[in-house]
């Protein structure tokens, strides 16, 4: 631009009898006089940097306007995405729950079915222990020297492991 000023340092303007030339004088005429311009030269700058800096506002402007328009679009966009995902991790979380609410259901069925078989074994298994017979009457020396001498003839085999871990005189 530096060159192309050198090359063109001076330029006329000329004024036709024409209406719109004629009244765009007086405004100039008008416009010297009102405001101290040093020079024509001067005022026809100012004019220039006035109208190019409108321009340049007015295209920033369309610029501005048409980011926010994208922005606006963007944020409906977004807003129907998150209501869309939303929806979708609802579903899924209902689907879990059900799931989780049947397989709780489930585990009690199947906690109360061990819990009887628990029994009838432990029933079963402490009657094969106690079986009844006839009442004697003995010392308790007697009973525990028997006891300490006989194993019991039903006995557990975890029962028979664990023994061998407590002392004899337990």
């Known amino acids: 631009m530096a060159l ?10 000329a ?3 024409d209406a719109a030339d004629q009244t765009l004088l007086a405004a100039i005429e008008k416009e010297l006089a009102f405001t101290k311009y040093q020079t024509f030269s001067n005022l026809c700058k100012q004019a220039l940097w006035q109208f190019l800096s409108v321009s340049e506002s007015a295209s920033s402007t369309q610029s501005f306007q048409r980011l926010e328009q994208r922005i606006a679009e963007l944020v409906v966009k977004f807003a129907e995405f998150e209501h869309n995902v939303s929806a979708e991790e609802l579903s899924r979380l209902e689907g879990l729950e059900h799931h989780l ?6 585990l009690d069925q199947l906690q109360g079915s061990v819990n009887s078989k628990f029994a009838q074994v432990s029933f079963a298994q402490v009657s094969k222990v106690v079986e009844p017979g006839p009442i004697e009457s003995e010392s308790v020396d007697n009973v525990v020297s028997d006891a300490e001498v006989a194993p019991p003839r039903n006995s557990d085999p975890l029962l028979e492991r664990l ?8």
């Open 4 to 13: 192309w000023a050198k090359n063109k340092a001076n330029f006329s303007v």
């Open 163 to 170: 023994s061998s871990l407590l002392p004899q005189d337990f």
């Open 101 to 106: 609410s049947q397989l709780s259901a489930q």
């Open 15 to 17: 004024f036709t009898e």
